[in-house]
């Protein structure tokens, strides 16, 4: 199933909490629409600072300070952090190549417009899922966090597909507490006690409901 979402609603960079007007991706967009030429280092993507040295750090949440930034949680998905898979997305990486990949994005997506099948990955498009809290709705992507700050930078409509667990990798499936191949288009605060991190009690509800929070934050 897919479907347009707004640029506005979009709640994530990876798995850091972020909403578009700050993320660094989009910035870098509109930075190259405002000046071709400009040099990475003049870039938003470059002076992006965002240093965890614990999973708690990325969440703000202290009970999870006794793991690693790169361990993998987010808990209406994993039972406990995945410390086996290695994420610094975005958190460690190599800034003049990324800066290159949102030009070449730019100036590809400018040309020709944006056709999933021109722009052919494992995922097959922009996926996610939706987010809800306090009876807000937010969209989390999970493949298609640089597109999705392209079209958005271009003003044009972001294509979403939900997720289907068809084409996760294995890795991506590692500590789940969900059925990936039924995956849920929505996770709700409404059932945070049926997540599988609280149902584990890897963490309580309080600390689950803190987590999905910062995902709402303007």
């Known amino acids: 199933m897919s479907k347009n979402v707004i640029a506005k609603n979009i709640c994530n960079l990876s798995r850091i909490p972020i909403n578009m007007k700050d993320n660094p991706v989009y910035n870098t967009c509109l930075e190259l629409l405002n000046n071709p030429n400009i040099g990475y280092k003049d870039s938003s993507i470059y002076s992006f600072k965002f240093n965890p040295t614990t999973l708690g750090d990325i969440?703000?949440?202290?009970?999870?300070?006794?793991?690693?930034?790169?361990?993998?949680?987010?808990?209406?998905?994993?039972?406990k952090p995945q410390e086996k898979i290695n994420d610094q997305a975005f958190i460690n990486f190599n800034r003049e190549n990324?800066?290159?990949?949102?030009?070449?994005?730019?100036?590809?997506?400018?040309?020709?417009?944006?056709?999933?099948e021109k722009f052919p990955d494992r995922k097959k498009g922009i996926r996610g899922y939706w987010l809800e809290y306090k009876g807000?709705?937010?969209?989390?992507?999970?493949?298609?966090?640089?597109?999705?700050?392209?079209?958005?930078?271009?003003?044009?409509?972001?294509?979403?597909?939900?997720?289907?667990?068809?084409?996760?990798?294995?890795?991506?499936?590692?500590?789940?507490?969900?059925?990936?191949?039924?995956?849920?288009?929505?996770f709700s605060d409404k059932s945070v006690d049926y997540w599988p991190a609280v149902k584990?009690?890897?963490?309580?509800?309080?600390?689950?409901?803190?987590?999905?929070s910062k995902y709402f934050e303007e």
Not at 60 to 79: D, M, Q, R
Not at 148 to 167: Q, T, W
């Open 200 to 212: 584990s009690g890897c963490i309580n509800r309080k600390t689950a409901l803190s987590i999905i």
């Open 136 to 186: 807000k709705i937010k969209t989390y992507i999970i493949s298609g966090n640089h597109r999705a700050a392209v079209l958005s930078a271009l003003n044009i409509e972001i294509p979403f597909m939900y997720e289907d667990g068809n084409l996760l990798k294995h890795r991506e499936t590692l500590g789940v507490g969900i059925d990936v191949m039924n995956y849920p288009s929505i």
């Open 98 to 116: 990324k800066f290159n990949k949102i030009k070449g994005l730019m100036s590809s997506i400018s040309s020709v417009g944006y056709f999933p």
């Open 59 to 79: 969440f703000g949440v202290s009970k999870l300070n006794s793991y690693g930034y790169t361990a993998v949680f987010l808990p209406w998905i994993h039972k």
